[in-house]
């Protein structure tokens, strides 16, 4: 092969690289939207909410429980029988069932399978294995505001 010929081929293959290159990147750039359109990008949840509750603080009568909606799930609110408020989720910690204050007892019970939580929050017995998350409060006049986070 003559110098000429090994010019003429050298140039050749840096022409093919180019177009190689050039249709690579062509093609990752029509892809890259299109995977971001299709991947959508991870949403972080809140790490704050709050809800005001519908009753006042003065409907609120001792040693009861309401039960009220906090994001998508349910929520229960105690009045104990010294008056003392407190919050938590009202999702067992056992298989997700609704639980419910017990005046009777004083008490936290989830119907499913007999479980019972203090005025902690705090699994007592039965098969829950965890306290149920407790939620903050904050009283605002006659307003009660549970929160998280
Ligand atoms: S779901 Fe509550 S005790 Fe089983």
């Avoid at 010019?7 to 050749?12: E, F, I, K, M, N």
């Avoid at 750039?29 to 519908?54: G, H, Q």
């Avoid at 229960?76 to 029988?81: F, M, S």
């Avoid at 017990?102 to 098969?127: F, M, T």
Wanted: hydrophobic content about 40%; proline content about 7%.
């Amino acid at each position: 092969m003559s110098q000429q010929d090994e010019q003429v081929d050298r140039g050749r293959r840096a022409v093919n690289w180019l177009l190689g290159s050039s249709l690579g990147v062509l093609f990752v750039s029509m892809l890259y939207p299109i995977a971001k359109y299709l991947i959508p990008p991870k949403l972080a949840e809140p790490t704050t909410f709050s809800v005001t509750l519908p009753w006042k603080l003065a409907e609120l009568k001792a040693n009861s429980g309401q039960i009220f909606r906090f994001r998508s799930r349910p929520g229960i609110l105690v009045k104990t029988a010294a008056g003392e408020l407190r919050a938590f989720s009202a999702v067992c910690t056992h298989l997700e069932c609704t639980v419910q204050y017990r005046e009777e007892r004083q008490d936290i019970w989830c119907a499913c399978h007999n479980g019972v939580y203090d005025l902690n929050g705090k699994n007592v017995s039965g098969p829950p294995p965890r306290p149920l998350e407790a939620l903050k409060l904050n009283v605002r006049g006659d307003q009660v505001i549970v929160m998280k986070g």
